[in-house]
Each structure stands twice: as structure tokens, then as C-alpha cells.
């Protein structure tokens, strides 16, 4: 009986110290908020949350679907949210020497996911010369399409642009009311399939060009350098997980960032149009500062949004992009 009451006695303090532990370990467990749209590329972020990769690196990670990067950005910029995904040249327009944030890990890039639909007789980008494009103004597209008309010989004095959403451009083409927009999935898609004009250019033609990135308050990496670290831990064992079994990765990204990707197979066919970054690609991505990849990005950028007037300081890389996270080993 004593033996027996011993050995229940252990288990049971045993128990108790797990649950404490558990308890202390669930009390210091980091957090952290990001707002994005709804986007294919961004999909790693739930698989690694609804996964639990980022719990098990003592980090519990909130996601905000939020339409308009206007908003998320202003919620970043007020504390209401740690930081947000988006693509460089778009979180460029809101970094000022009063609002601090920067990329610590690249997520993927468009291959395909953004086009510009025209009229089947158009032979090349050069022939939209006079054509009224639509095109969401100070979005992600006019960056791109600005890319596309360099290289075509072309600026936008050439074309005529009339502004609208990426879905109102798109419908607009759809309803021929716009003979030329620039847009992105599901509607390069739906053209096709409706038999609709042709998809002139995407962007498995200028790779890099627009790259996601999970950007972070400046303050909230300064404060919190363990759940950066296990936020970025969590997107790499993401990234292997898609390798593994890229069937059950889906349907839990699907699953994650919902609306019009909650389906499955209309995630995998929109991820036919992004490039994810892994671990190997993050370091590629980022090295070389000012005159790597993501250096000659971020001076493209600076070129383009200040010939608009859209920048609010003169951006270096430094000032974007903090690798020390990518570059641990």
C-alpha cells in the first residue's frame, strides 16, 4: 500500500510540474498580428499558424484579412497590428522616417498571378499605344505596368489611364466597356475560359518583379527578436511541408485564407501563378544589400512610385530589409 501510494504520489507531482510548465510556457508564448489581403502567396502564413509550426517555436500568430493595404498599413502604423504581407513596392509608399518597419522574409513572387488582358488582335505591349487601359492607380498593378511599358519603349503618356479596382478593370474588359486592363487571378483565368480577348503578359515574364514580404514594426523586431525567429522557422518548415505533400498543404491553405481561394482546386490553380520561397530562396532573395535582388527591387521601386510622387523618403536597402533573421544558420 505504501509502495503503491509512493508511486501515485510521483506521478502526481509529476503531472502537476508538467501543467505548471505548460502553464509558464503558454503565459511567456509570443505574439503577433499581421494584416494582408486575400492572395494566393500568402497562404504559407496559415499553413504554418493552422499547422501549429509556429506554436511549437513558442509563437501564436493572428491573421487578418483586410482588403485594403491603405488600412492595414495605418493599423501597423498605429500599433494595432505588428506588421503586414504585401509586396515591396507596395509597403515602400508608407515607410517614413516616422514610420519605421521592415521585410524580414520574402514569401513568394508573382509567376503569372497578375496579366494584362487585351483584344486577340493585339500583337505586343507596343500595340496598347492610344488603347484607355484600366488599372487600379497606386497598386501593385501600376508598378508592374510601368515595368512592362518600359521595356516596351512606352510611359503612361502613351496610353490612356482610366483608374478602377483589379476586379473592376477586370469586369469592365469582360463587359467590353475597357478594350485593355491590368489585373490578376481568378480573372486572367475566367478570360480565358470565357474565350475572352487573351492574356497579352504576365508576369512569368518579368520575374521578381512583384514579391511578397512579411514586414515587420520596426519596434516589434527590436522588442521581440525570438518570435521573429520563430515566425521565420515557422514559414521554412511550411515551405518543406508544400515540397512533402503539396495536395494536403493546399487544402489547409485554402482552408486558411478563404474567399474566393477557399476551394482547393482554385487555390492550386492560382498557385500555378506564384514562385513560394523556401529558406534557400529567402537567403538568395536578399543578399548582396543594395545590389542584390532585392536591392535592384527595391531601386526600381524608389525609380518608379518617385516619378509619381508616391514615396515619403529616399528608401535603401537598409532602410526596407532587416536579414538578420534569414541570414542565422
Known sequence: MTKTFSKLRKAALAAGVAMLAASASSAEA??????????VGYGPLFLARDMGYFKENGLDVTLEIIEESSMYMAAAAAGELDGSASTIDEIMKYRSSDVCFKAVYALDDSHGGDGVL??????????????????????????????LLKQAGLTEADVKITNMTADDAAAAFMADRIPVAVTWEPH??????ADKGQVLI?????????????????????KNPKDVEALIKGLYKANEFIKSDQEKAYEVMAKGVGGW????????????????YGKDRNAEFFKGGDEGEAGKLIKLGTEIWGSFGKLKMDIKFADLVDTTFVDAK
Do not use: R
Request: proline fraction near 4%; aromatic fraction near 8%; charge should be negative.
Open 188 to 193: 486572367l483565368t475566367l478570360a480565358k475560359q
Open 202 to 222: 504576365d508576369s512569368s515574364k518579368t520575374p521578381g518583379a512583384i514579391v511578397d514580404v512579411v514586414a515587420l514594426n520596426c519596434d516589434y523586431i527590436a
Open 30 to 39: 509570443g505574439t503577433m498580428k499581421l494584416g494582408m489581403t486575400t492572395w
Open 261 to 276: 481561394l477557399e476551394d482547393p482546386k482554385e487555390f492550386a490553380s492560382s498557385a500555378k501563378g506564384v514562385n513560394f
Open 118 to 147: 487585351a483584344p486577340k488582335e493585339v500583337k505586343s505591349l507596343a500595340d496598347i499605344k492610344g488603347m484607355e487601359v484600366a488599372m487600379n492607380e497606386g497598386s501593385v498593378s501600376q508598378f508592374w505596368f510601368n515595368i
